[in-house]
């Protein structure tokens, strides 16, 4: 019955406008992730308080996100995905408007509790409806188009937020994101479209939030792949934070310096998001993933520990950028096709990998800088990426074309 839900779904009327409002949709959800990032310091002078304290809002607004994914997002496979994603993008545009307006600390950490369930639920439900209304020959491309507008936003946010800062206020950076994901509320209100949902009955509770969950997490082929993005997670995305650090240290660069020097990779990463798609729905999904941990794992390595010159680390990030931008699309719909059925659940799960990965790398990465410096750091980080190499190897030994890729098959053949 799930099944015949899943081709109504596809077959269903949808407005030639909701796509690329879907892809308005990411764009606004990430431009309100990032505009936190120039201003902790504009916060914190402003509440009195000091950045560390701040920074801890970043931290409840993760821990949140994995709570919200793992506990709300499975909930539109049985609620339905329309009404759950309509929630979260609100709750995205509502905490972005609280922060804005936050008088206090207290207030500050309430936004970012709206913000954190936002951001847990509407990632995983852009992908799955994505992957519901789009057909085998399209989904390739809407996967790289809404991949492009996501790094895109990962550029912009910060710039639009950095230059209102200085010209009115670090709030005017969360107004402005609450005002473009009020706007693809409205606008996904309007052009998303019903949906049909398999007639259960009663459920249980417990299979209402867990049900999904626990049916992704039979298939060893995805526990391989959740497990193989944690890993890459924890190195490619974990390092972020120290980039910036390790070009101050290393080559004397001023702040503005810094930033066109970390600006080569993630528009490189955008650049290379939108060929994905043409390898995101073939048997190149796997060979593509080990791809990007080795890269990441090699230039990371060789960086921490020769530094050089300013453009070797922009050559290096530009080589690891390559991979993580051809790599999105090919996880995602390696995930969404083991878990046809419970496409909440797994998008969630991935979503999961992603926010814990970047919470443990911070820490982690922290640990090991204060322990061994920048040589420690490139080695875990570098081992991270090793060891999601080494997974998604074990994974491609599975016949990965996706016309085949059914969860009992790939489960059998994962062993």
Same mark, same amino acid.
């Given at each position: 019955?799930?099944?015949?839900?899943?081709?109504?779904?596809?077959?269903?009327?949808v407005?030639?406008?909701?796509?690329?409002?879907?892809?308005?949709t990411?764009?606004?959800?990430?431009?309100a992730?990032?505009?936190?990032?120039?201003?902790?310091?504009?916060?914190a002078?402003?509440?009195?308080? /000091?950045v560390?304290?701040?920074?801890?809002t970043?931290?409840?607004?993760?821990?949140v996100?994995?709570?919200?994914?793992?506990?709300?997002?499975?909930?539109?496979?049985?609620?339905?995905?329309?009404?759950?994603?309509?929630?979260?993008?609100?709750?995205?545009?509502?905490?972005?408007?609280?922060?804005?307006?936050?008088?206090?600390?207290?207030?500050?950490?309430?936004?970012a509790?709206?913000? =954190?369930?936002?951001?847990?639920?509407v990632?995983?439900?852009?992908?799955?409806?994505?992957?519901?209304v789009?057909?085998?020959?399209?989904?390739?491309?809407?996967? !790289?188009?809404?991949?492009?507008?996501? #790094?895109?936003?990962?550029?912009?946010?910060?710039?639009? !937020?950095?230059?209102?800062?200085?010209?009115?206020?670090?709030?005017?950076?969360?107004?402005?994101?609450?005002?473009?994901?009020?706007?693809?509320?409205?606008?996904?209100?309007?052009?998303?479209?019903?949906?049909?949902r398999?007639?259960?009955? #009663?459920?249980?509770?417990?299979?209402m939030?867990?049900?999904?969950?626990?049916?992704?997490?039979? /298939?060893?082929?995805?526990?391989?792949v959740?497990?193989?993005?944690?890993?890459?997670?924890? =190195?490619?995305?974990?390092?972020?934070?120290?980039?910036?650090a390790?070009?101050?240290?290393?080559?004397?660069?001023?702040? =503005?310096?810094?930033?066109?020097?970390?600006?080569?990779?993630?528009?490189?990463?955008?650049? !290379?998001?939108?060929?994905?798609?043409?390898?995101?729905?073939?048997?190149?999904r796997?060979?593509?993933?080990?791809?990007?941990?080795?890269?990441?794992?090699a230039?990371?390595?060789?960086l921490?520990?020769?530094?050089?010159?300013?453009?070797?680390?922009?050559?290096?990030?530009?080589?690891?950028?390559?991979?993580?931008?051809l790599?999105?699309?090919?996880?995602?719909?390696?995930?969404?096709?083991?878990?046809?059925?419970?496409?909440?659940?797994?998008?969630?799960?991935?979503?999961?990998?992603?926010?814990?990965?970047?919470?443990?790398?911070?820490?982690?990465?922290?640990?090991?800088?204060?322990?061994?410096?920048?040589?420690?750091?490139?080695?875990?980080?570098? =081992?991270?990426?090793?060891?999601?190499?080494?997974?998604?190897? #074990?994974?491609?030994?599975?016949?990965?074309?996706? !016309?085949?890729?059914l969860?009992?098959?790939?489960?059998?053949?994962?062993?």
């Amino acid at each position: 019955m799930a099944g015949d839900a899943l081709a109504d779904n596809r077959n269903r009327s949808v407005s030639s406008a909701f796509f690329p409002f879907l892809v308005y949709t990411m764009f606004a959800s990430v431009l309100a992730r990032r505009v936190y990032s120039p201003v902790p310091q504009l916060i914190a002078a402003d509440m009195g308080v /000091s950045v560390p304290i701040i920074a801890q809002t970043q931290s409840l607004e993760n821990l949140v996100a994995v709570a919200a994914a793992i506990l709300l997002s499975p909930l539109s496979d049985r609620m339905g995905r329309r009404r759950i994603l309509l929630a979260s993008i609100f709750l995205r545009s509502f905490g972005c408007l609280l922060a804005a307006a936050s008088p206090n600390l207290e207030t500050l950490l309430l936004a970012a509790v709206a913000l =954190g369930i936002g951001n847990g639920v509407v990632y995983p439900q852009l992908f799955s409806v994505n992957d519901e209304v789009s057909s085998t020959a399209n989904r390739h491309q809407r996967v !790289a188009a809404i991949l492009v507008a996501s #790094r895109t936003a990962f550029i912009v946010g910060p710039l639009a !937020a950095g230059f209102l800062a200085g010209a009115i206020s670090w709030r005017a950076g969360y107004l402005l994101a609450a005002v473009l994901t009020g706007l693809a509320t409205a606008a996904m209100y309007v052009y998303m479209p019903e949906e049909t949902r398999p007639k259960t009955g #009663r459920v249980p509770v417990g299979v209402m939030f867990f049900g999904g969950l626990l049916s992704v997490l039979r /298939s060893k082929a995805a526990r391989a792949v959740l497990l193989g993005n944690l890993t890459y997670v924890i =190195g490619g995305y974990g390092a972020e934070s120290f980039l910036g650090a390790f070009a101050a240290d290393n080559y004397g660069l001023r702040p =503005g310096q810094v930033g066109v020097l970390l600006a080569v990779g993630p528009v490189i990463s955008a650049i !290379a998001a939108g060929f994905a798609g043409r390898i995101s729905d073939s048997r190149w999904r796997v060979p593509v993933l080990i791809l990007s941990s080795v890269l990441f794992s090699a230039a990371v390595a060789i960086l921490m520990n020769m530094p050089l010159e300013p453009w070797f680390m922009a050559v290096l990030s530009a080589v690891w950028a390559v991979g993580l931008g051809l790599r999105g699309a090919s996880v995602q719909t390696l995930v969404l096709d083991l878990a046809p059925s419970e496409l909440g659940a797994a998008a969630g799960l991935l979503q999961v990998t992603y926010a814990a990965g970047i919470m443990v790398g911070s820490s982690a990465g922290g640990l090991a800088l204060a322990l061994a410096g920048y040589s420690g750091l490139s080695y875990l980080f570098a =081992g991270s990426c090793a060891v999601s190499a080494i997974i998604f190897w #074990r994974l491609a030994k599975v016949d990965d074309d996706s !016309a085949n890729l059914l969860p009992g098959n790939v489960v059998d053949a994962a062993d």
